[in-house]
């Protein structure tokens, strides 16, 4: 089966542009997650969705930050608009079901850089 | 509330020589601990994870992790090092919540 599909893989933007970044997770698992990823803090939860709903989106920064799943197969997370301070690896992870001992299988990842 | 302290940032082996990597839990029941690997420019990618039953747990690539209540720890562990390990490790604990909590991950660099 495949794993979790990011795109694009690499993104470099201007200041101000809108990003959009796409995730799609595996098939049958209804857990989804979006994380970043930056040196100075780490891996960080953005928001956490089960059955296509968000659960948690504690983690989201600010308003320019906005996720969505529209379906079982499909998820999005945006900034509009983008700052440098965004420059970091975005990670989509899915999980079967909202159990706690449940693996996370991470994709592999886009990595932005706002200019 | 859950939380994770990986207290080495860097750790560096030689080839061929014994790894041990730390991880400190704070949960207040049993957790649910994980190890992960992330190899440059990829994914993380799970290593091991420990759910109940033998402290001692085998995972992926000959390592292991040895679950120890009294220390709230759990130390990742390979015999010898391969090159091929070089990559960043992170533990991470689930608990009451069902999202587990990473540690800032630990960068091992393996000499030849």
């Known amino acids: 089966d495949a794993g979790v599909i990011q795109s694009p893989r690499h993104e470099v933007t201007e200041m101000g542009q809108e990003v959009t970044l796409r995730c799609k997770p595996i098939?049958?698992?209804?857990?989804l997650f979006w994380y970043r990823q930056t040196m100075m803090r780490g891996l960080e939860l953005l928001i956490y969705f089960n059955n296509n709903v968000p659960i948690d989106d504690s983690g989201m920064p600010e308003d320019r930050f906005s996720a969505k799943m529209p379906n079982a197969s499909f998820s999005t997370l945006k900034i509009q608009p983008s700052e440098p301070r965004d420059s970091a690896v975005y990670f989509c992870?899915?999980?079967?079901?909202?159990?706690?001992?449940?693996?996370?299988?991470f994709g592999e990842g886009s990595w932005l850089t706002v200019v | 509330a859950q939380s994770v302290t990986q207290p080495d940032i860097h750790i560096t082996v030689s080839e061929g020589a014994s790894l041990e990597l730390r991880c400190n839990y704070s949960y207040g029941a049993t957790p649910y601990l994980f190890w992960y690997v992330q190899s440059p420019g990829q994914g993380l990618q799970l290593l091991l994870k420990?759910?109940?039953?033998?402290?001692l747990v085998q995972g992926i690539k000959g390592f292991e992790a040895e679950f120890k209540r009294s220390q709230s720890s759990f130390n990742l562990r390979k015999p010898s090092v391969h090159w091929s390990d070089a990559a960043e490790y992170f533990c991470?604990?689930?608990?009451?919540?069902?999202?587990?909590?990473f540690g800032r991950g630990t960068s091992l660099i393996v000499h030849p």
């Open positions: 098939s049958g698992h209804n857990s």
């Open positions: 991470a604990v689930a608990g009451g919540s069902y999202i587990p909590t």
């Open positions: 992870a899915s999980s079967r079901d909202r159990a706690a001992g449940n693996t996370i299988y």
């Open positions: 420990y759910f109940s039953g033998d402290t």
